[in-house]
């Protein structure tokens, strides 16, 4: 990486990202965070070297990359306060619902702006994360964001208008996953396993499970039927979980997360 990557928030996602650039080579002197919280910088600079600050304007002209990492609610106070004329600057936002043109409503016309949803198993260098570019950004700028962004997980590009889909699937998908790992392991704990044990097994049976998944590009339902066995346990199972709207519920939660997602971008 041959550009001074700025971040304008320090919060969790913006330290997956610096956790994923510090491992991927990316000297920490050329990392720097703005961030209000005394005590998040410190972390920062003691964890992993990089120069934190508080002063966004002054972060800016210090680097030629800079990652947009604070709260969407908060996106037109703080790109308000920088100003505008930033041609020579690319900027990476992973503001959920906060649109493009919006963006580049606030910094100027020419801003060049790349859209990402990245999801948290960044922490742990295993998210995914969806890109796309506004109008102003280059396809060099495109593939500079999705380096940085390979490096704490996978990768893809969608249109920005499918950006809410994404969050519904990806974004706030980890939710979702953790939800049911804690209700298997209830479940387990009902039926006389310890937590420790039930937990154990749900967690590593979700995550083998997806393993096996992107290893075999089969499709679900394949994989589905080769654990339900005919007349078996895991058959009777699943006609359970269809009886009591799953699959249902779950389409309905990415449903209202879309819809959420949309209403965050109106504002």
Same mark, same amino acid.
């Given at each position: 990486?041959? /550009?001074?990557?700025?971040?304008?928030?320090?919060?969790?996602?913006?330290?997956?990202?610096?956790?994923?650039?510090?491992?991927?080579?990316?000297?920490?002197?050329?990392?720097?965070?703005?961030?209000? +919280?005394?005590?998040?910088?410190?972390?920062?600079?003691?964890?992993?070297?990089? /120069?934190?600050?508080?002063?966004?304007? $002054?972060?800016?002209?210090?680097?030629?990359?800079?990652?947009?990492?604070?709260?969407?609610?908060?996106?037109?106070?703080?790109?308000?306060?920088?100003?505008?004329?930033?041609?020579? /600057?690319?900027?990476?936002?992973?503001?959920?619902?906060?649109? +493009?043109?919006?963006?580049?409503?606030?910094?100027?016309?020419?801003?060049?702006?790349?859209?990402?949803?990245?999801?948290?198993?960044?922490?742990?260098?295993?998210?995914?994360?969806?890109?796309?570019?506004?109008?102003? $950004?280059?396809?060099?700028?495109?593939?500079?964001?999705?380096?940085?962004?390979?490096?704490?997980?996978?990768?893809?590009?969608?249109?920005?208008?499918?950006?809410?889909?994404?969050?519904?699937?990806?974004? +706030?998908?980890? $939710?979702?996953?953790?939800?049911?790992?804690?209700?298997?392991?209830?479940?387990?704990?009902?039926?006389?396993?310890?937590?420790?044990? $039930?937990?154990?097994?749900?967690?590593?049976?979700?995550?083998?499970?997806?393993?096996?998944?992107?290893?075999?590009?089969?499709?679900?339902?394949?994989?589905?039927?080769?654990?339900?066995?005919?007349?078996?346990?895991?058959?009777?199972?699943?006609?359970?979980?269809?009886?009591?709207?799953?699959?249902?519920?779950?389409?309905?939660?990415?449903?209202?997360?879309?819809?959420?997602?949309?209403?965050?971008?109106?504002?």
């Amino acid at each position: 990486m041959d /550009k001074r990557t700025g971040f304008i928030g320090g919060g969790n996602m913006a330290e997956a990202i610096i956790k994923g650039l510090v491992a991927g080579g990316v000297p920490a002197g050329e990392l720097t965070v703005s961030e209000p +919280s005394e005590p998040r910088r410190k972390l920062l600079a003691e964890r992993y070297g990089v /120069k934190a600050i508080n002063d966004n304007k $002054a972060l800016i002209q210090m680097s030629d990359t800079i990652v947009l990492a604070v709260k969407p609610q908060l996106a037109g106070q703080v790109l308000g306060a920088i100003g505008t004329g930033f041609i020579d /600057k690319l900027f990476i936002s992973i503001m959920a619902g906060v649109k +493009s043109a919006a963006i580049e409503g606030i910094l100027g016309s020419g801003a060049r702006v790349v859209r990402v949803m990245p999801n948290t198993p960044a922490l742990v260098l295993s998210g995914a994360s969806a890109l796309s570019r506004g109008d102003n $950004a280059t396809e060099d700028d495109l593939t500079l964001a999705r380096r940085i962004f390979d490096l704490i997980g996978t990768t893809c590009v969608v249109d920005e208008k499918l950006l809410d889909a994404v969050t519904g699937v990806s974004g +706030s998908g980890p $939710a979702y996953v953790l939800t049911f790992i804690e209700a298997l392991s209830d479940a387990g704990v009902k039926h006389g396993l310890t937590r420790e044990v $039930a937990t154990q097994l749900a967690t590593q049976t979700v995550y083998g499970t997806a393993k096996l998944l992107l290893e075999t590009h089969e499709h679900p339902a394949v994989l589905k039927s080769n654990v339900a066995s005919p007349g078996g346990t895991t058959i009777a199972a699943m006609h359970s979980l269809d009886q009591d709207g799953f699959r249902a519920a779950t389409i309905n939660a990415v449903d209202v997360c879309v819809a959420k997602s949309k209403e965050l971008g109106q504002k």
